[in-house]
């Protein structure tokens, strides 16, 4: 058997030093969170109508191909498997055939965004009302802000038709609008709602000058932030422009890539238009354990290092074919206050470049955003800021006579090379119990006659040992549990229940008390009742002259639907239930069905046993209760 399917890694901490906070952890031990809310919001884009004037700003400041990119549906199962294998310590995916990540050079091809040029960085507000009058022409009401943000909808009912006859100044002011809900709704998205901060605003004063800002380095360092956020176990959100990352994905992986109708004769710029439309293939029942599955078992044959070779570069703008070697440019990427680092070294062979061993990444703090308005935050990111600066002086070079088996064999000691389990954790709990069971009998049946005083104790301590590891499964398993319907709390992290329906609790008086059984304390799991094919796979773990004791003693019940929250993703689930109520920007397809499982759930309270010698004693103990 592999050894990774009892120790995924990393077998050497140095690099993955945060794998405890990892989702992957968690995902280890049984704990799954199920498909992420992805929050994209660009279906209404196509409801802005420019005019000529506007068409032309848009793209002095940068955005004439982003503009041009329509509403993708997104494939939350694949996105949140492909956040499983994103580490935040190196800012690259960990697959099984080594390290992959999204580059400047995909950004360039993928949305036909600048990637070199003045870093997008600024001044942070905590109000909207002045920066909103004074670039847009008028300010929201009240109901429209919140904090240092607006409202896109807002943005596209004051401005998403601008007169013909409307003046320059007034024709700006309009296009600066559609910019902000431009950027708001596809690479700078939230998971605060239909938000965007206005403090990108100052920056399109000036389009010409505009144009000059590194849109899609900041493209980069925003996703970069949110798949490491959405990377951690505590979290069930992410943002960010994920349409690149869903075609990056498509380019690169034969995983859950869509069967095109036809295959494009003549490319279209950018290359994220190859996906647009309807493409024929079977995903609806995709889910994220599909897709874990998929990348813990990728191969070589599976991945596509370099996809663009044999695209027709004809239609890509000059500028942006000048640009791309800072694909291979190790350096920081800057988007007001997130500064996240660009490591081509680690991913050579998306070059066309043999892999090494890459440097050891060193650990950096991530900037917060200023609270008080008016800060100025090129004065708090100065190293970050010169990194930048010097980004064409650190271009990755080849190097020759290099192994790549050397780097392998390096790689598997420091990554995370499982994420789902290969045997699932009910399985080996089952099986060791039943070896527990097997192993018991024998040192119960085993004659001692012959033996001397050191093998009798030997035989002696076999059976205490595999009679406690039973007592431990099943002895201290019995718990009683008052009011089925009562919600209580979970037995793990801070999470609450709250009930699906709208029917009216219980009161506490109700005291009907039943046995319960629980199946798999080792996996820390929620507590409930079993269903019969469950308990079946327990007594299996019992002498059949003792199951049908067990049997009598249980009774099951069904406890009321309850729909599980998690407490650490509090906030984003407040924005997530409000934006519901009063978004209609908001683009639909944003949670998974499997990532609102319903668990059953009743209060309990353990009852401790007694040490008992024998499985007998944990039946008189049943039958007792």
């Excluded at 995924?8 to 990892?22: A, E, F, N, T």
């Amino acid at each position: 058997m592999d050894m990774h399917s009892s120790n995924p890694g990393p077998i050497d901490d140095s690099v993955l030093y945060d794998q405890d906070k990892h989702v992957s952890a968690a995902v280890w031990e049984g704990q799954e969170r199920g498909a992420l809310r992805c929050h994209e919001h660009t279906s209404k884009l196509d409801r802005w109508v420019l005019t000529d004037k506007q068409i032309e700003l848009v793209k002095k400041a940068g955005f004439g191909f982003l503009r041009l990119i329509p509403a993708i549906s997104l494939d939350n199962p694949l996105i949140s498997a492909l956040v499983e294998r994103w580490r935040r310590e190196t800012n690259t995916f960990h697959f099984t055939v080594g390290e992959m990540t999204v580059t400047l050079e995909d950004v360039a091809y993928l949305l036909g965004l600048p990637i070199d040029g003045e870093p997008v960085i600024g001044v942070t507000y905590t109000t909207c009302d002045a920066v909103c009058v004074k670039y847009l022409g008028k300010g929201p009401d009240s109901g429209y802000t919140s904090g240092g943000m607006v409202k896109l909808s807002w943005l596209k009912e004051s401005f998403s038709h601008c007169p013909e006859d409307a003046s320059d100044e007034d024709v700006e002011c309009y296009t600066r609008a559609y910019l902000l809900y431009l950027v708001g709704s596809t690479i700078f998205s939230t998971t605060t709602g239909n938000k965007v901060p206005v403090m990108y605003l100052p920056l399109f004063e000036d389009f010409e000058e505009a144009g000059k800002y590194a849109w899609g380095a900041a493209t980069l360092s925003f996703l970069y932030r949110a798949l490491g956020n959405a990377s951690l176990k505590s979290q069930s959100t992410i943002s960010g422009c994920l349409t690149l990352l869903q075609c990056w994905s498509y380019y690169h992986l034969n995983v859950g890539r869509p069967r095109l109708k036809h295959d494009p004769i003549h490319e279209c710029f950018p290359f994220v238009l190859r996906w647009k439309g309807k493409q024929s293939g079977p995903t609806s029942n995709r889910d994220v354990a599909f897709y874990r599955k998929a990348l813990d078992s990728l191969k070589a044959s599976d991945v596509n290092w370099s996809p663009y070779t044999n695209i027709g570069h004809t239609v890509i703008p000059v500028n942006i074919i000048n640009s791309l070697i800072l694909g291979r440019s190790k350096t920081m990427l800057i988007c007001f206050d997130k500064a996240e680092r660009h490591l081509p070294d680690r991913c050579l062979r998306q070059f066309d470049m043999t892999q090494t061993i890459p440097e050891d990444v060193q650990k950096w703090e991530r900037k917060s955003r200023g609270v008080d308005g008016g800060v100025d935050l090129s004065l708090k990111m100065e190293s970050e800021l010169n990194e930048w600066s010097y980004r064409r002086l650190h271009i990755v070079e080849a190097e020759e006579d290099v192994e790549e088996s050397e780097y392998m064999h390096w790689y598997l000691r420091i990554t995370r090379k499982l994420v789902g389990r290969p045997i699932p954790i009910s399985s080996e709990f089952q099986r060791m119990n039943a070896a527990l069971r097997d192993i018991a009998h024998v040192a119960d049946t085993l004659s001692t006659h012959g033996m001397d005083d050191q093998q009798i104790q030997a035989v002696s301590r076999i059976r205490y040992v595999a009679h406690e590891c039973l007592r431990d499964q099943f002895g201290v398993s019995l718990v009683v549990a008052s009011v089925p319907n009562e919600v209580g709390k979970r037995t793990r992290g801070k999470e609450k229940v709250r009930r699906k329906g709208m029917g009216k609790r219980r009161k506490k008086e109700d005291t009907d008390h039943h046995s319960l059984y629980r199946l798999n304390p080792m996996a820390s799991q929620l507590v409930s009742y079993p269903a019969e094919n469950e308990l079946d796979h327990a007594l299996q773990c019992l002498p059949p002259s003792e199951t049908e004791n067990v049997r009598a003693s249980l009774m099951v019940h069904k406890v009321d639907e309850v729909e599980v929250c998690d407490d650490s993703n509090e906030v984003d689930d407040l924005h997530f239930r409000h934006t519901a109520e009063e978004d209609d920007d908001d683009q639909p397809s944003q949670g998974a069905s499997e990532s609102a499982a319903e668990l059953p759930c009743t209060a309990t309270e353990v009852v401790q046993q007694p040490s008992l010698e024998s499985t007998e004693d944990v039946a008189r103990q049943v039958e007792a209760h």
